[in-house]
């Protein structure tokens, strides 16, 4: 009985709510299955074209500042392929429709312009066949091309591939760029960042940046993170202020307070967040240097925080871990300037980085990753 009571509330509930009261024009389940359907395409293509844009940066930025990454590095040909097995399964009904994918082989759907597999004459929309006669798979792609190239090293490769039902053969030379993995999120946010493993660019940030330049500048500056050691430096100091912290709630502990590890977990995160803002100013500085080594012209790179502070306003005033964005907008200038200076002058680019913490003004080569 009380259920049919409850289910009878229910029912008086929906009817007496209030509701629209417009006549809106209606629509078939065939029509917005269709829409869907293009808006689906549409945003595969969109993707990969983004995706493409990125690439084309990343293997620039990697392979020109690949000397600063020590041993951590790989051999690139600077293409991507793909099959509909090899996209998460959502996509693959129309992936042939959207980027023209088949199932026996992988097609190339990203193609650097000077990278290493577009000097040998492979276009956009071949379908790879095998290298060095070994067949390329059709999943795991990508992994099994990197796990190639890093048993093969910068050895010529004999690609074969198929044209338009035509077999070709290639030799493709290997260039060697930084290993860390560059890749595309879609994520409305204007943001990028680093893990130390990968280097992460969301859809947001190709919006703001307008050129390939602002975008090479974002990626410098994630490498910059990564070949400075700031990861390194932050855990050292939130591993100092822990011990510190550590130290104190001892103290009160023999004093008969206990703090629950108060002071280790604020000073923890005091330590990790102290250097934070010039961490981020550091990167700014020597991404710059990597975008313009990789042969970007970044005059005018420095509109991308103007255009920053439009996005976040509380940027423009608030710094808690990264720099306002004046500050970074001023400081992009004074950079850029300082670049182009050594360019009229011949010098090799090379950011100024203190030698020892002690002697400000002796400066050395920008260091390598250990």
Request: net charge neutral.
């Amino acid at each position: 009985m009380r259920r049919r009571w409850g289910i009878l509330l229910i029912v008086w509930l929906c009817t007496a709510c209030a509701g629209p009261d417009a006549v809106v024009p209606s629509l078939t389940l065939g029509d917005i299955a269709a829409e869907r359907h293009r808006q689906e395409v549409a945003q595969l293509r969109d993707y990969f074209s983004e995706l493409n844009k990125l690439n084309t940066v990343a293997y620039r930025i990697t392979t020109a500042n690949r000397e600063f990454c020590g041993k951590w590095v790989i051999p690139q040909l600077g293409m991507f392929a793909a099959t509909p097995t090899s996209l998460p399964s959502k996509y693959r009904k129309f992936s042939r429709e959207a980027l023209g994918l088949r199932w026996v082989r992988p097609t190339v759907i990203s193609l650097v312009p000077d990278g290493a597999a577009a000097k040998a004459g492979i276009q956009d929309k071949d379908e790879l066949v095998s290298f060095n006669g070994e067949k390329v798979p059709v999943t795991s792609i990508l992994r099994w091309i990197s796990a190639f190239l890093e048993e093969n090293g910068e050895r010529p490769i004999s690609v074969a591939v198929k044209r338009d039902d035509e077999d070709m053969t290639f030799t493709v030379t290997p260039v060697t760029g930084c290993a860390i993995p560059v890749l595309l999120e879609t994520n409305p946010d204007p943001n990028a960042f680093t893990d130390y493993s990968k280097i992460v660019i969301q859809s947001g940030i190709l919006r703001l940046t307008r050129t390939d330049a602002d975008l090479a500048t974002i990626l410098g500056h994630e490498l910059a993170h990564v070949t400075m050691g700031h990861h390194r430096k932050q855990r050292m100091n939130a591993l100092l202020g822990s011990i510190g912290g550590g130290a104190i709630d001892t103290g009160f502990l023999l004093g008969g307070i206990s703090t629950g590890g108060a002071f280790s977990n604020y000073l923890e995160t005091a330590g990790q967040n102290a250097f934070s803002v010039g961490f981020e100013m550091e990167a700014d500085y020597v991404g710059a240097y990597y975008a313009a080594r990789a042969g970007y012209d970044i005059t005018g790179a420095e509109d991308v925080w103007q255009r920053m502070s439009l996005e976040h306003p509380a940027s423009i005033r608030k710094a808690s871990t990264h720099p306002t964005t004046p500050v970074r907008y001023l400081q992009m200038r004074k950079v850029i300037a300082e670049i182009a200076d050594k360019k009229s002058k011949n010098i090799p680019l090379m950011p100024k980085i203190k030698e020892k913490p002690d002697e400000p003004e002796t400066v050395t080569s920008y260091g390598r990753i250990d």
